[in-house]
C-alpha cells in the first residue's frame, strides 16, 4: 500500500511555538520509522490522541504536526467537557514508502513501546492511516491504548460519533445563519469521503440536503452517484457557491488564498487543524464568513472513546454528550457575537477556563 497525497500542517518546524510537556521522538527498532510522541497537557489527566500514519515531506514536517495536533487537543479534550489532557502520535513516512501489512505491524509494535516508556502520560487511538485493528496490535506492547476492535472487548473505532457531532454542528450552524437548523434543501460542499465524511455525507443526504462532494480518491465518486450528490474537483471545491463549506479530510485547508476564494456563508467540518494559519479565523470573520472551530466540532470521536471505555459505560448518554457539541458551538457562536470577537477566539477561551479551572 501506498499513501498519496501527502499534507503538511505547517511549512517547517522552525515556525511552530512549543508549548508542551513531552515530546518523544525515537526511530521504531523494528520498523526503523521515525515516531513522534507528542504530549502537550495533562493538567485535566491523561492526554489522549490519534496515532496517525502518514507520508511527509520530510521529518521535520512530521514533528511539527504531532506539535499541532497534539496543541489542538487539549483545546478539543478541554472545550468538550472532558478529564483528559492533549496528545498527538506521528509515525513519519519518507515520501514513496511503500507501506505493507507486515511494515504497519512493525510500525504499531514501536509505537507501543514508545508509548508505555510515558510511564502514562499519554493514551492513543486511531487517527488518519490508522484502524482500531492497527491499535489492537499497540495494545500488544501497552495498555495506553484505546478504540481496539469490538471483537476482541474494544469500542470499536469511533467515526460514528465524530460524524454525529459534525452533523450537530452543523444544525447549529445553521441556526446561526438562518434561524433554523433544518438541512432539507440547504446546499453544502463535503470535500472528504473517508470514515467520517462518507457517513455525514449519508446522513445530510437521506435528511434532504443538498451535496456537492469530493474526495482525493476517485472512487469514491461511487457514494456520490448513490446519494445523488453532484461531483467537483478537489482543488474547486471551496469556490461552489453553498450555504456551506464542510471540510472532512486533511488540516490546512483554510490558506488566505482559500479564504478568499470561498463562496459560502460557513464554513463547519470534521477535518483537524483547518486554519493553514490562526490569522485565517479573522479573514475568515472579515469576509462575513462563520467558521464553526474544529477543535469543538470534531470532538465527538474522543468523547465517544473516552466515556466508552469507562466500566457500565451507558450509550445513551453518551450520544447525548456528542450531540450536545452542536450545544457548545452554540455558545461560542454567542460568546464571539456578544464580546466581538472571532469564533477562534471564543472557542479558545471557553477551553482555557475550563484548563484554569483545574488548576
Known amino acids: 500500500m501506498t499513501l498519496t497525497h501527502p499534507t503538511v500542517a505547517v511549512d517547517s518546524l522552525a515556525q511552530t511555538t512549543p508549548s ?19 504530549v502537550h497537557s495533562t493538567r485535566l489527566g491523561q492526554a489522549l490522541g490519534g496515532a496517525r500514519l502518514w507520508q511527509y515531506a520530510n521529518w521535520t514536517d512530521a514533528v511539527a504536526d504531532a506539535l499541532r495536533l497534539s496543541a489542538a487537543m487539549t483545546l478539543k479534550n478541554a472545550a468538550a467537557g472532558l478529564r483528559r489532557g492533549g496528545g498527538k502520535s506521528v509515525i513519519y513516512l519518507p515520501l514513496g514508502t511503500v507501506l505493507t501489512d507486515a ?40 495498555s495506553h491504548v484505546c478504540g481496539l476492535p469490538a471483537a476482541i472487548g474494544g469500542v470499536g473505532e469511533p467515526a460514528e460519533a465524530t460524524a454525529a457531532g459534525v452533523y450537530a454542528s452543523i444544525e447549529s450552524t445553521l441556526e446561526a445563519l438562518f434561524g433554523s437548523r433544518d438541512v432539507r434543501g440547504r446546499h453544502l460542499v463535503i470535500s472528504g469521503l473517508g470514515q467520517v465524511g462518507g ?21 469514491k465518486r461511487a457514494l456520490a452517484d448513490a446519494l445523488g450528490a453532484s461531483w467537483v474537483s478537489v482543488a474547486d471545491a471551496h469556490r461552489v457557491h453553498a450555504d456551506l463549506f464542510v471540510p472532512c479530510g486533511l488540516g490546512g485547508v483554510l490558506t488566505k488564498e482559500v479564504i478568499a476564494e470561498l463562496n459560502v456563508l460557513g464554513v463547519c467540518g470534521a477535518a483537524n487543524n483547518q486554519l493553514a ?36 459505560a451507558d450509550l445513551g448518554q453518551i450520544s447525548a454528550r456528542v450531540a450536545a457539541i452542536g450545544s457548545v458551538l452554540s455558545q461560542i457562536f454567542a460568546d464571539a457575537r456578544a464580546n466581538e470577537i472571532t469564533t477562534l477566539a471564543a472557542a479558545e477561551r471557553l477551553a482555557a477556563a475550563r484548563l484554569n479551572a483545574a488548576r
Do not use: Q
Open 277 to 312: 494559519s490562526p490569522a485565517g479565523a479573522t479573514l475568515l470573520d472579515a469576509r462575513g464568513i462563520l467558521w464553526a472551530p474544529d477543535f469543538v466540532v470534531n470532538a465527538g470521536g474522543v468523547v465517544y472513546l473516552d466515556l466508552a471505555s469507562e466500566p457500565n
Open 20 to 38: 508542551h510537556e513531552k515530546v518523544l521522538i525515537v526511530t521504531g527498532e523494528r520498523s526503523g520509522l521515525m515516531i513522534t510522541v507528542a
Open 199 to 219: 457517513r455525514l455525507s449519508t446522513a445530510l443526504a437521506a435528511a434532504g440536503a443538498t451535496l456537492t462532494v469530493t474526495d482525493i480518491n476517485p472512487d
Open 103 to 142: 511494515l504497519k505491524r512493525l510500525a504499531m509494535l514501536d509505537l507501543g513501546d514508545a508509548i508505555e516508556s510515558l510511564g502514562g502520560a499519554f493514551m492513543t487511538a486511531e487517527d488518519v492511516g490508522t484502524s482500531a485493528e492497527l491499535m489492537a496490535i499497540v495494545a500488544e506492547r501497552t
